[in-house]
């Protein structure tokens, strides 16, 4: 990461720490269907709030990474899947034909 990319991480943290530490007392009510919660923490609402969001927007990308996935591989342009570890590997013919005898001492 770059040096300027190193500054923004840091000012985005402390403006997130800012916002947590000046809003840790306040409170309020949340409603989600038939559950409610009364004098909940801003902060945590906010933060729960943020986390599901991340989480719904992983979850509705994997079939669309899937189909880009695809037509990678389909191009050539990614390499093939790795076999899945149900798949049982072909067998490969046994080595004892191609084996020699060590030679014998004879004196």
């Keep these: ?7 923004a991480l840091i000012a985005a943290a402390v403006l997130v ?3 947590a530490y000046q809003n840790r007392l306040e ?6 269907g038939p ?6 923490s801003l902060v945590v609402i ?5 986390l599901l969001g991340m989480g719904a927007m992983f979850l509705l990308s994997l079939p669309v990474d899937r189909r880009t996935r695809d037509l990678l591989r ?5 390499h093939a899947a790795p076999p899945s570890r149900t798949q049982v590997p072909a ?4 080595p004892a034909h191609t084996q020699t ?6 004196s």
Excluded: K, Q, V
Aim: positive net charge.
């Design 74 to 78: 389909a191009h050539g342009l990614l």
């Design 46 to 50: 906010i933060l729960a709030a943020f």
């Design 91 to 94: 067998e490969r013919p046994s």
């Design 17 to 19: 720490a800012a916002f």
């Design 27 to 32: 409170r309020a009510a949340l409603g989600i």
């Design 1 to 7: 990461m770059t040096r300027r990319g190193w500054i």
């Design 35 to 40: 559950l409610h919660f009364h004098a909940a």
């Design 101 to 106: 005898d060590p030679p014998h001492a004879n």
